[in-house]
T-cell receptor
Framework: QKEVEQDPGPLSVPEGAIVSLNCTYSNSAFQYFMWYRQYSRKGPELLMYTYSSGNKEDGRFTAQVDKSSKYISLFIRDSQPSDSATYLCAMTTFNTGKLIFGQGTTLQVKP | DAEITQSPRHKITETGRQVTLACHQTWNHNNMFWYRQDLGHGLRLIHYSYGVQDTNKGEVSDGYSVSRSNTEDLPLTLESAASSQTSVYFC????????????FGPGTRLTVL
């Protein structure tokens, strides 16, 4: 079993929809949780990060962490065609740089 | 602006050849990392370095090596390329203060025939 599980999709939604992307993990030592966005044939770019359980909001994006359930989510409100990309969750114990990534979920937002 | 670059962007080579992929960053970051990305596996850590003369093995280091002679560069060498090493390779860097917040390069697509 992988340390981090992420549904690869693909996920297709209409413009304006609310999107929910999820990852589960097995290592309770993970303390730092990140979401990366990767456009086709580009490098991953950091979208959001959080250290603690609860919600963190940045514009249309909300990252949610539930350490008791070992479950993290990324919500995208009012999704746009420009949000079409692969979204990767990543996590680590703390300050080691040894990130463990999920497989990535491919999202397509249709106009 | 500070950036991280990789070269070449595309490479085709033959089985058994030695290949070196370059990574250069102008962030002045202490930490540098190499990952490979394959369908069904996401990104996996190959090697990493916390500073000059420091190198460490990651999850999938067999068949790869790195050396760190300065802050800006961390070249990745495939000693004897194998078809299983066909992949997209990403370099990343992070600061000493915030090791886990990594910035990625554009990637190198390597095909081993």
């Amino acid at each position: 079993q992988k340390e981090v599980e992420q549904d690869p999709g693909p996920l297709s939604v209409p413009e304006g929809a609310i999107v929910s992307l999820n990852c589960t993990y097995s290592n309770s030592a993970f303390q730092y949780f990140m979401w990366y966005r990767q456009y086709s044939r580009k490098g991953p770019e950091l979208l959001m990060y959080t250290y603690s359980s609860g919600n963190k909001e940045d514009g249309r994006f909300t990252a949610q962490v539930d350490k008791s359930s070992k479950y993290i989510s990324l919500f995208i409100r009012d999704s746009q065609p420009s949000d079409s990309a692969t979204y990767l969750c990543a996590m680590t114990t703390f300050n080691t740089g040894k990130l463990i990534f999920g497989q990535g979920t491919t999202l397509q937002v249709k106009p | 602006d500070a950036e991280i670059t990789q070269s070449p962007r595309h490479k085709i080579t033959e089985t058994g050849r030695q290949v070196t992929l370059a990574c250069h960053q102008t962030w002045n970051h202490n930490n540098m990392f190499w990952y490979r990305q394959d369908l069904g596996h996401g990104l996996r850590l190959i090697h990493y370095s916390y500073g000059v003369q420091d190198t460490n093995k990651g999850e999938v280091s067999d068949g790869y090596s790195v050396s760190r002679s300065n802050t800006e560069d961390l070249p990745l060498t495939l000693e004897s390329a194998a078809s299983s090493q066909t992949s997209v390779y990403f370099c990343a860097s992070s600061s000493f203060i915030d090791t886990d917040t990594q910035y990625f390069g554009p990637g190198t697509r390597l095909t081993v025939l």
